[in-house]
């Protein structure tokens, strides 16, 4: 079984340029969540899609930050304009249950985001 | 507000010797706990994972307790190698598991 696929795996920008990352997750998963992750810390949670809806964006910074997935299969991120601070690890993973299951969630390899 | 606390931030051992590590958390709603190893590079991966109604899950060189009461679990590692040198993150659910807490992480490093 194919696990989460993201790309890019590498992005180096300079700042005020727009990225975009790819997510794709389990197939049949149904749960998808964005991560962001800096440099020896945990994950944290930007979005988290039930199918095609955006259930949980509180993290999301909505001034530069989109998301969307729109068929609820794959899913995209962007930031626009990108900042020095947005440098980090971004993480796609998705999770095979529905609201209210105890599933774990598996992550892709991520997208690492440089921004100069 | 709600987070998980992990400890220690770095730990190093001798190859063959055990490494633990300690995580609690403060959401008494948390009823699921996984552990996730990652490596340079790499996304986390799942290694094992404990669910609230039991206290002790092994798998392997890998095992991971759990105690309610006090909202405490560890991660046991026994005859460590150096390919289990890695940062590693617990997590503990909330809002009925459809998200994580994370913990800040521990890198292990196994010295051969």
């Known amino acids: 079984e194919a696990g989460v696929v993201q790309s890019p795996r590498y992005k180096i920008i300079e700042k005020k340029q727009p990225v975009a990352f790819w997510c794709n997750p389990i197939?049949?998963?149904?749960?998808l969540y964005w991560y962001r992750q800096n440099l020896g810390q945990g994950p944290e949670l930007l979005i988290r899609?039930?199918?095609?809806?955006?259930?949980?964006d509180s993290q999301l910074p909505k001034d530069r930050f989109s998301a969307e997935r729109l068929k609820g299969v794959d899913s995209t991120l962007k930031i626009q304009p990108a900042e020095l601070g947005d440098s980090a690890v971004y993480l796609c993973?998705?999770?095979?249950?529905?609201?209210?299951?105890?599933?774990?969630?598996?992550f892709g390899p991520g997208t690492r985001l440089t921004v100069l | 507000g709600e987070n998980v606390e992990q400890h220690p931030s770095t730990l190093s051992v001798q190859e063959g010797d055990s490494a633990v590590i300690k995580c609690t958390y403060s959401?008494?709603?948390?009823?699921?706990f996984p552990w996730y190893k990652q490596e340079l590079g790499k996304g986390p991966q799942l290694i094992i994972d404990?669910?609230?109604?039991?206290g002790e899950k092994k798998d392997q060189r890998i095992a991971v307790t759990l105690n309610k009461t006090a909202k405490h679990f560890s991660l046991h590692i026994t005859e460590t190698q150096p390919e289990d040198s890695a940062v590693y993150f617990c997590?503990?659910?909330?809002?009925?598991?459809?998200?994580?807490?994370f913990g800040t992480g521990t890198s292990l490093t196994v010295i051969p």
């Open positions: 959401d008494s709603a948390s009823n699921y």
């Open positions: 899609y039930e199918n095609e809806e955006a259930v949980d």
């Open positions: 993973a998705s999770n095979p249950a529905g609201a209210g299951g105890l599933h774990t969630q598996y």
């Open positions: 404990i669910r609230s109604n039991v």
């Open positions: 197939s049949g998963h149904n749960t």
């Open positions: 997590a503990a659910d909330r809002e009925a598991g459809n998200q994580f807490y």
